[in-house]
């Protein structure tokens, strides 16, 4: 399974965007980036997901480098509520299986 | 759509007590994984199962670990005997169809053996 690279913590300033980095060099062609956060106590929840293409839905943006070798989430105006555990996951093609890493911290300051 | 049901949400027991953790999966969704997570371990995969068969259960810790998926509706993880260290939050998560879709996760059932 490919591992993934996360910075530990970042702070963002409510109201800005909060661009969270992601590096998994080793990602297999057909392998999927997921992103998943956990807010304190609750289970972790689905964010966004892209195999090459840049997405976007109601609650982010993922960037995809050209070489897929690392990523992107960005939150484009962050609130206090996106304070947050981040993990950005390379899903395995083969097995399917999500493989949690440690997470960034994201805390979203006033 | 009521997302993934966990049961008990919060669970405290005496160790060597035999504990069962329940969960009822999306419905439709023919894949379940039970997960674990600790401050020191982080999220880790305990087992899997697709279309009630387990596919992977090389994340259980020992034979005090079992899961059972008896239909599509209904999964348990039993520990016997539970023990301190098996003091977490256990989290159980489904997905529909093939492996490159959406896994989606309960709100998870806290343990806590003294």
């Known amino acids: 399974d490919a591992k993934t690279t996360q910075p530990t913590s970042m702070d963002c300033a409510e109201g800005r965007a909060a661009n969270l980095p992601c590096n998994h060099s080793?990602?297999?062609?057909?392998?999927?980036v997921y992103w998943y956060r956990q807010i304190h106590s609750q289970g972790p929840q689905y964010i966004i997901h892209g195999l090459k293409n840049n997405e976007t839905n109601e609650m982010a943006s993922l960037i995809i480098t050209e070489d897929r070798k690392s990523s992107t989430l960005i939150l484009p105006h962050a609130t206090l509520r996106d304070t947050a555990v981040y993990y950005c996951i390379v899903l395995s093609s083969n097995t399917g299986k999500l493989i949690f890493g440690q997470g960034t911290t994201l805390q979203v300051k006033p | 759509d009521a997302g993934v049901i966990q049961s008990p949400r919060h669970e405290v027991t005496e160790m060597g007590q035999e504990v069962t953790l329940r969960c009822k999966p999306i419905s439709g969704h023919n894949s379940l994984f039970w997960y674990r997570q600790t401050m020191m371990r982080g999220l880790e995969l305990l087992i899997y199962?697709?279309?009630?068969?387990?596919?992977?259960d090389s994340g259980m810790p020992e034979d005090r670990f079992s899961a059972k998926m008896p239909n599509a509706s209904f999964s348990t993880l039993k520990i016997q005997p539970s023990e301190p260290r098996d003091s977490a939050v256990y989290f159980c998560?489904?997905?529909?169809?093939?492996?490159?879709?959406?896994?989606?996760f309960g709100e998870g059932s806290w343990l806590t053996v003294v």
């Open positions: 998560a489904s997905r529909p169809g093939t492996t490159g879709n959406t896994i989606y």
């Open positions: 080793t990602i297999s062609g057909n392998e999927y």
């Open positions: 199962f697709n279309n009630n068969v387990p596919i992977d």
